[in-house]
């Protein structure tokens, strides 16, 4: 496995690849990689050739008051599992390598699909995810791309972004690996105390009560949403609980299946968000 920093290095390698026929898979992550990541390349893995990482956290991203500084950052652990998962080339940029013209003049700004879910609480989140996705997918020039459900609207916007601006890149989206105690796995849990863990539990078991009422027939998402906002007997603060189209990320009175159940909630000082797509 080679990591590499410069964009022309990355470029190069993965231009020789495709020249030869291959094709090539690209997950772009901020690092401090767990499980969740690691399947990520293992579903890049059975749709291309060669795999290729990214681990950048991205300052865009991020608000002022947000985790930036404190972000998780551990590059050899991830070196090791990026390794043992198979990935045969990592990007790891500075800022200024991603960023070499300081501010830049052109952003990808989402027009919809932000008004919903945690681009409410994030202003300016998605507009740097897709702005950093869009310079990486311009930098690797994959053919297939993957991301992780967990983050259910990143992933909406960004098949948007690709279909809206004809990017030609397929994305794949990958499902959630949790813990065995269901919490879904996030770079983020690093900072939850034990008790904090223990109340954030709380998160995914009202999801799969959710799916539980859904699967007895409760079709009222009015009703779905009050049982997500139990959890607050947890100890657990909602930032937000609904149940969205899975395309429109509009809220559902009325829901089928493929609806998602999302959830946003603050544990102690941690932001954590979770989701599940009823009946499936
Ligand atoms: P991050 O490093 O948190 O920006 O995440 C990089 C990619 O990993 C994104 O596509 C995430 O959706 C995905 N991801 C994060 N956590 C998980 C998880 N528990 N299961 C599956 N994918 C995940």
């Known amino acids: ?15 020789e690849r495709r020249a030869a026929g ?46 930036f500084e404190r972000y998780p950052r551990d590059l050899e652990g991830d070196g090791k599992i990026a390794r043992e998962a198979g990935v045969e080339l990592v990007f790891a940029p500075s800022v200024d390598e991603m960023y ?22 994030r202003p ?10 869009a310079k990486l997918f311009g930098i690797v020039r994959p053919d297939v791309a993957v991301f992780g459900r967990k983050d259910y609207q990143q992933l909406v916007l960004i098949r948007r972004m690709v279909d809206d601006l004809e990017l030609g ?46 699967a007895s027939g409760e079709r009222d998402g009015l009703r779905l949403r009050d049982r997500m906002l139990e959890v607050r007997a947890a100890g657990v603060e909602v930032e937000y609980a609904e149940v969205v189209d899975p395309s429109t990320l509009a809220s559902l009175s009325t829901v089928t299946d493929g609806a998602v159940c999302a959830i946003a909630a603050q544990v102690g000082r941690t932001r954590l968000i979770d989701n599940l797509v009823l009946g499936g």
Do not use: K
């Not at 410069?6 to 993965?14: G, H, I, L, Q, T």
């Not at 499980?35 to 293992?42: I, V």
């Not at 070499?100 to 609480?121: K, N």
């Not at 078991?205 to 959710?210: F, G, K, N, S, T």
């Open 22 to 67: 291959d094709r090539v898979a690209f997950v772009p992550t901020m690092g401090s990689l767990h499980e969740g990541h690691a399947s990520l390349f293992e579903v890049a893995r059975r749709n291309a050739d060669w795999v290729v990482g990214s681990i950048f956290v991205n300052p865009l991203q991020f608000g002022p008051t947000e985790d």
């Open 1 to 15: 496995m080679r990591v590499v920093e410069s964009r022309r290095e990355v470029a190069e390698w993965v231009a």
């Open 169 to 214: 890149i397929e994305i794949v989206g990958a499902p959630t690996i949790r813990d065995r105690d269901g919490l879904a796995v996030s770079s983020r849990n690093a900072y939850l105390s034990a008790e904090e863990r223990r109340r954030a539990l709380g998160i995914s078991a009202v999801l799969r009560a959710c799916q539980e009422l859904y």
């Open 100 to 121: 070499p013209a300081g501010e830049q003049w052109i952003y990808v700004v989402p027009e919809s699909g932000v008004d919903a879910l945690c681009g409410r609480s």
């Open 124 to 133: 300016g989140h998605f507009r740097g995810v897709l702005t950093v996705v």
